[in-house]
């Protein structure tokens, strides 16, 4: 292919025996899993429940826990928080960081209509939050804290042991967005003490529209859908099979051969980063360095506009993005100029400026070709747009 992709935060593309394994459920085997009484449906039906098993490894969840498909992360987070919040009606209190994502952000602000309330802890410069912060923040009647194990737009990744350690000597009920870390980082439930944790089949190389929602054994939720049986009881309507067999598939290769490409795609990362950070005084990493995803680079540059900045990347033949996925197509009320981010303004970054912020994201597929054509025409870039701007002085 003629082009770089670095924007696997939105999406990776889809390991190739993930392809195979779903190909036979979009034509011949094209049974409900509902209808196990019969021998198509039977296999459809087998195929789904060994793809829980692959994703319930992946977690290394126990056999009591439960894990439910969804379509994708923001239904598993709405299912997570409104399903505990439907459950603990007298309690009426969250707890969220301010950097998290728009699905569980937007969720909350509808839920003060309905009385409740919610406390939003601050972060640092770095994207991390302070555990201090959290305990004095919880109160008798907090329902649920959600934070997310990683940031999708600046990488950060938050000290989730410690987080899940707090919630479960307080007896609050902890949901982790894991969608950005999940077959990159160790989500192991019986270290993370959380409720409920979302992944993504999309975010590991599997297909999209296939997503998790992992439930601890004794935690009860409330179903978002009224209609049938699937999904125990949590998501009626009837399953996405070949989506969800790509998922399992794309659980069953990370479990298996993380640890031999996360070591590949980190140093790839930190040549990027190194790269970067010699070229310019004036480019700024956002997040912590340290605590990062090992496939995230994330910056901005003084003097340059963000949509020039990835404009003039794509037609060097790099995709990359400008903030994150789901914000980037944000108008402000004049439909001119972006929002700008809230993650990248919790963390110091010049409101004026947060349009300008890249994030290039890596996989398995990216190459030491790859990362050599980024540092050679970025400072071609750069240098070209800070000769067009009249606010960079030479």
Same mark, same amino acid.
């Given at each position: 292919?003629?082009? /770089?992709?670095?924007?696997?935060?939105?999406?990776?593309?889809?390991?190739?025996?993930?392809?195979?394994?779903?190909?036979?459920?979009? !034509?011949?085997?094209?049974?409900?899993?509902?209808?196990?009484?019969?021998?198509?449906?039977?296999?459809?039906?087998?195929?789904?429940?060994?793809?829980?098993?692959?994703?319930?490894?992946?977690?290394?969840?126990?056999?009591?826990?439960?894990?439910?498909?969804?379509?994708?992360?923001?239904?598993?987070?709405?299912?997570?928080?409104?399903?505990?919040?439907?459950?603990?009606?007298?309690?009426?209190?969250?707890?969220?960081?301010?950097?998290?994502?728009? =699905?569980?952000?937007?969720?909350?602000?509808?839920?003060?209509?309905?009385?409740?309330?919610?406390?939003? @802890?601050?972060?640092?410069?770095?994207?991390?939050?302070?555990?201090?912060? @959290?305990?004095? !923040?919880?109160?008798?009647?907090?329902?649920?804290?959600?934070?997310?194990?990683?940031?999708?737009?600046?990488?950060?990744?938050?000290?989730?042991?410690?987080?899940?350690?707090?919630?479960?000597?307080?007896?609050?009920?902890?949901?982790?967005?894991?969608?950005? =870390?999940?077959?990159?980082?160790?989500?192991?439930?019986?270290?993370?003490?959380? =409720?409920?944790?979302?992944?993504?089949?999309?975010?590991?190389?599997?297909?999209?529209?296939?997503?998790? @929602?992992?439930?601890?054994?004794?935690?009860?939720?409330?179903?978002?859908?009224?209609?049938?049986?699937?999904?125990?009881?949590?998501?009626?309507?009837?399953?996405?099979?070949?989506?969800?067999?790509?998922?399992?598939?794309?659980?069953?290769?990370?479990?298996?051969?993380?640890?031999?490409?996360?070591?590949?795609?980190?140093?790839?990362?930190?040549?990027?980063?190194?790269?970067?950070?010699?070229?310019?005084?004036?480019?700024?990493?956002?997040?912590?360095?340290?605590?990062?995803?090992?496939?995230?680079?994330?910056?901005?540059?003084?003097? /340059?506009?963000?949509?020039?900045?990835?404009?003039?990347?794509?037609?060097?033949?790099?995709?990359?993005?400008?903030?994150? &996925?789901? =914000?980037?197509?944000?108008?402000?009320?004049?439909?001119?100029?972006?929002?700008?981010?809230?993650?990248?303004?919790?963390?110091?970054?010049?409101?004026? /400026?947060? &349009?300008?912020?890249?994030?290039?994201?890596?996989?398995?597929?990216?190459?030491?070709?790859? /990362?050599?054509?980024?540092?050679?025409?970025?400072?071609?870039?750069?240098?070209?747009?800070?000769?067009?701007?009249? &606010?960079?002085?030479?």
């Amino acid at each position: 292919m003629s082009f /770089i992709y670095l924007d696997n935060i939105a999406g990776t593309k889809p390991d190739p025996r993930v392809v195979e394994m779903m190909l036979p459920f979009i !034509s011949e085997e094209y049974g409900n899993p509902s209808a196990h009484f019969y021998p198509l449906g039977r296999k459809s039906y087998v195929a789904v429940e060994e793809a829980r098993k692959q994703v319930a490894a992946l977690l290394s969840a126990n056999a009591d826990d439960t894990i439910v498909f969804t379509s994708n992360g923001t239904e598993s987070n709405n299912l997570a928080l409104k399903g505990v919040l439907a459950v603990l009606k007298d309690k009426k209190h969250m707890i969220v960081s301010e950097i998290e994502h728009a =699905s569980i952000h937007n969720l909350l602000a509808k839920k003060v209509g309905e009385g409740y309330t919610y406390t939003v @802890l601050k972060v640092d410069t770095n994207g991390k939050i302070d555990l201090d912060d @959290l305990k004095s !923040s919880i109160k008798s009647d907090t329902a649920i804290v959600a934070i997310s194990h990683a940031n999708p737009e600046i990488g950060v990744i938050q000290d989730i042991e410690g987080i899940s350690k707090i919630c479960e000597d307080k007896g609050v009920h902890l949901h982790v967005d894991a969608v950005a =870390s999940a077959g990159f980082l160790d989500v192991d439930v019986n270290k993370i003490k959380a =409720s409920t944790i979302t992944i993504a089949s999309q975010n590991i190389y599997g297909p999209r529209g296939a997503a998790a @929602l992992y439930i601890r054994s004794g935690v009860q939720l409330k179903s978002l859908l009224d209609g049938g049986h699937q999904e125990a009881g949590y998501r009626s309507g009837s399953e996405n099979v070949a989506a969800i067999v790509g998922f399992g598939e794309a659980c069953r290769i990370a479990k298996a051969e993380m640890k031999d490409y996360v070591p590949k795609i980190r140093s790839l990362r930190d040549q990027l980063i190194a790269g970067l950070g010699a070229s310019f005084d004036f480019l700024h990493f956002t997040g912590s360095l340290e605590d990062r995803l090992p496939y995230h680079v994330s910056f901005w540059v003084e003097y /340059i506009e963000g949509e020039s900045l990835l404009m003039s990347y794509t037609q060097s033949g790099i995709y990359a993005a400008s903030g994150s &996925a789901c =914000s980037s197509n944000i108008l402000a009320e004049d439909e001119e100029d972006l929002i700008a981010s809230h993650v990248l303004t919790a963390v110091g970054v010049p409101t004026d /400026i947060c &349009a300008g912020s890249m994030t290039m994201t890596l996989s398995k597929y990216n190459t030491q070709a790859d /990362i050599d054509h980024v540092l050679e025409v970025t400072p071609k870039i750069v240098n070209r747009l800070c000769e067009m701007s009249p &606010a960079y002085n030479k």
